[in-house]
């Protein structure tokens, strides 16, 4: 059974960069495609982008200037970048196994993060 | 991209009774869509895919319907383990992914 763990700093600065990572266990990020979404306090859900077993990316555009998603098969995780954040990114952040046709079908249990001086 | 639009926002219903909850999609997604279920402090679940697939282990009350630009979700008879907020999603051919903005079922 896949389970997915996110870890990361709760706290960043505003125009710091935030970073996270999202430890795959009982399957090899290899076999599939896997992405971030994320959700802020009280609202819904926006999709960060994600990463295939090829390694390709896709990012969403209103994003994709500040994110990078990368995947690290030695240590079968993914991780997450995101540059010059504000209180804009303050969010649980969640990883995903993506798969094209039925969509994010095992999630993470989320990490909180907060952008605050 | 294409924009979701959900409703209603909240539904108001009691254990046993039928939802029906709607999705919108801003222009035509065929059947490039999927719902979500989501508790407090939880990650979402996956229930329906491609429009009218329920995803393995979703119980046969929950069905989706739609295609084109207009969507539905029919959960046939409330249990109360269904109060809950729903979000619907699409995938455009060039797998950017949106979701509305959600519908809470409550008591």
């Known amino acids: 059974q896949v389970q997915l763990q996110e870890s990361g700093p709760g706290l960043v600065k505003p125009s710091e960069t935030l970073s996270l990572t999202c430890i795959v266990s009982g399957d090899s990020i290899d076999n599939y495609y896997w992405s971030w979404i994320r959700q802020p306090p009280g609202q819904g859900l926006e999709w960060i982008g994600y990463?295939?077993?090829?390694?390709?990316?896709n990012y969403n555009p209103s994003l994709k200037s500040r994110v990078t998603i990368s995947a690290d098969t030695s240590k079968n995780h993914l991780s997450l970048e995101m540059k010059s954040v504000t209180t804009a990114d303050t969010a649980v952040y969640f990883c995903?196994?993506?798969?094209?046709?039925?969509?994010?079908?095992?999630w993470g249990q989320g990490t909180i993060v907060s952008v605050s001086s | 991209e294409t924009v979701l639009t959900q409703s209603p926002a909240t539904l108001s219903l009691s254990p046993g009774e039928r939802a029906t909850l709607s999705c919108r999609a801003s222009q035509s997604i065929n059947t490039y869509l999927a719902w979500y279920q989501q508790k407090p402090g939880q990650a979402p679940r996956l229930l329906i895919y491609d429009a009218s697939n329920r995803a393995p282990g979703i119980p046969a009350r929950f069905s989706g319907s739609g295609s084109g630009t207009d969507f539905t979700l029919t959960i046939s008879s409330l249990e109360p383990e269904d109060f809950a907020v729903y979000y619907c999603?699409?995938?455009?051919?060039?797998?950017?992914?949106?979701f509305g903005p959600g519908t809470k079922v409550d008591f």
């Open positions: 999603q699409q995938r455009s051919r060039r797998l950017i992914f949106t």
């Open positions: 990463v295939s077993n090829s390694g390709s990316t």
């Open positions: 995903a196994r993506m798969l094209v046709v039925e969509g994010f079908d095992v």
